[in-house]
């Protein structure tokens, strides 16, 4: 196996070279050498094509939920080290697995993961809400993440309180909830705060734009639990917010949709006010409504997001109000009450021509059962998602699954889907201009069997982008696709290191991209070419 290593020195490593190492002076062959090209400026064009089989950007994700202790940390009171050691052996195994994105669970019941002055420590840190576990989780986990050049999303639960034992008979004293008594609603057998107060909602606008702008994170997350799941013989009892702000409303229903739909476009215009380029999406309830309660709807039977937690995501990807939606389609193919393959192309039509990227809530925690057997379990989903361009890649739930009951199927994702890393998607809002490119790289074989690149940094990157191209000529086209791409790494990483291709087949050229805040990515900066060696 032939290894690089990567690193971001001012200069090439001083390692004794054993092989021939030319770091790019010149034109190639068919390059002149004031083209373009040849100064290595040259964006790739927009009529190149690219190879559908190795999409360039796609979202590669997985959740890491820490509510009940799902997934991290796997139980409350360990102490730093433990937690960080667990956290640490997620992101490398998403790092093998071809994943680009996490999406951590940083607020599970009105509390915090991180070092907030709004809310106490999440019980699920030291196993009592406000224990100070010693350090700051989300922001050892951006630091992380992004070393392996993956991205952060914080996930937020706008409104849960926790269940009633052990949740709701310990809060904390600096909880919401226990200052603001009036904000709590208590249903089946969880508390939430009362979406249909104003003071709730800005609260939780604040509180996530706290952590927008303190952390530097790429996204914002919110999953399906918007109102609650409908319970059986029970009432969800906001008759005093509905009074004193229902009117004007045809119907309570109404009124609830316009207060989530008001909550998701406020939440989004101030993370554009502050950080346009962290992202902003949901994961949905995989239906929306059925057809037959609205023309509009999936050829479904199950229960319905519109009505049951009054989440209108139809209205969100009309108006705007979210960059990215995931809905939880956690059912297989040939399903009756919610066809895989019904789900996935009508989700594609009303995301077609929004600006609005789809991806797909993955069941890796069902693998196993009727319907999600075989190793290629997941594998024939994407199959069904590859026929669908609108279809931007998958987050799969969750991350635990991943390393248990879902290895062998992620190893055939790896194998037919993942063979190649892929860039993340890049924020729709966009910066001003494309970052600088990479003004000097250098490669020299260390052994016959290890290569070392090294470039100066670029102010501003958040990640880059390393391709080897075979051969000595100079297509612009040969970084349409992530044909040649071997990794993302993150601006800080050290010297990160992964399986390359043989480089005993010829010449070839290594090519170093910068990756800015908002993803985007700067024209390749002069090559290092290495000859066999």
Not at 123 to 136: F, K, S, W
Not at 337 to 352: K, R
Request: charged fraction near 25%; include cysteine.
């Amino acid at each position: 196996m032939r290894r690089l290593l990567l690193g971001m020195a001012a200069a090439a490593a001083t390692m004794p070279l054993l092989g021939a190492c030319v770091p790019w002076s010149g034109p190639g062959p068919g390059e002149d050498a004031a083209s373009p090209q040849a100064r290595g400026t040259m964006p790739v064009p927009d009529d190149c094509t690219a190879d559908p089989a190795h999409p360039k950007r796609q979202m590669r994700g997985a959740w890491i939920a820490s509510v009940r202790n799902i997934d991290w940390p796997s139980e409350a009171g360990l102490d730093r080290e433990e937690q960080q050691r667990e956290l640490r052996r997620m992101l490398d195994r998403a790092e093998s697995l071809g994943l680009n994105a996490v999406f951590l669970h940083v607020r599970p019941t009105a509390d915090a993961l991180y070092a907030s002055a709004k809310e106490p420590w999440a019980r699920y840190l030291t196993g009592e809400q406000g224990g100070d576990p010693g350090y700051d989780p989300l922001a050892f986990a951006v630091g992380e993440a992004h070393r392996r050049g993956i991205e952060l999303h914080a996930w937020f639960n706008p409104y849960r309180v926790g269940w009633k034992d052990p949740d709701l008979e310990n809060l904390d004293p600096d909880h919401p909830a226990r200052r603001h008594p009036g904000w709590l609603i208590e249903y089946a057998d969880q508390g939430y705060l009362d979406p249909g107060n104003p003071d709730v909602r800005e609260w939780v606008g604040d509180v996530v734009l706290d952590v927008v702008d303190r952390y530097d994170i790429d996204g914002v997350h919110f999953d399906d639990y918007f109102y609650p799941y409908p319970a059986e013989g029970e009432e969800f009892d906001d008759d005093r917010s509905f009074k004193r702000h229902g009117g004007g409303f045809d119907s309570r229903a109404d009124w609830r949709r316009d207060n989530v739909d008001t909550l998701v476009s406020e939440v989004h215009e101030r993370i554009q006010r502050t950080k346009p380029w962290v992202r902003f999406g949901i994961s949905p309830f995989g239906i929306w409504r059925n057809a037959d309660s609205d023309p509009a709807g999936s050829a479904t039977e199950g229960l319905e997001s519109y009505s049951a937690q009054y989440a209108d995501t139809l209205a969100w990807i009309r108006e705007g109000t979210v960059d990215y939606i995931v809905p939880q389609l956690y059912w297989p193919r040939g399903y009756d009450v919610a066809d895989y393959a019904e789900l996935v192309p009508w989700w594609s039509e009303q995301v077609a021509g929004t600006g609005v990227d789809l991806y797909i809530g993955q069941a890796a925690y069902r693998v196993g059962e009727q319907g999600f057997r075989g190793r290629d379990a997941l594998t024939r989903q994407l199959d069904l998602n590859a026929e669908h361009s609108e279809v931007g890649g998958d987050v799969y739930f969750s991350i635990t699954d991943l390393t248990g009951r879902a290895e062998k199927a992620m190893g055939s994702v790896g194998e037919d889907h993942y063979s190649r890393p892929a860039l993340p998607p890049a924020a729709d809002s966009g910066g001003d201009s494309a970052p600088a490119p990479v003004a000097e790289l250098n490669a020299e074989r260390t052994s016959s069997d290890e290569v070392r690149l090294s470039w100066t940094r670029v102010e501003g990157a958040r990640f880059y982008a390393v391709y080897r191209v075979p051969g000595d000529g100079g297509d612009p086209c040969a970084l349409a696709d992530a044909s040649h791409l071997l990794a993302v790494t993150g601006a800080d990483a050290k010297r990160p290191a992964f399986t390359d291709a043989d480089p005993a087949e010829g010449s070839v050229r290594y090519h170093v991209t910068v990756l800015d805040d908002y993803r985007a990515e700067s024209a390749p900066g002069p090559a290092a070419r290495l000859s066999p060696g």
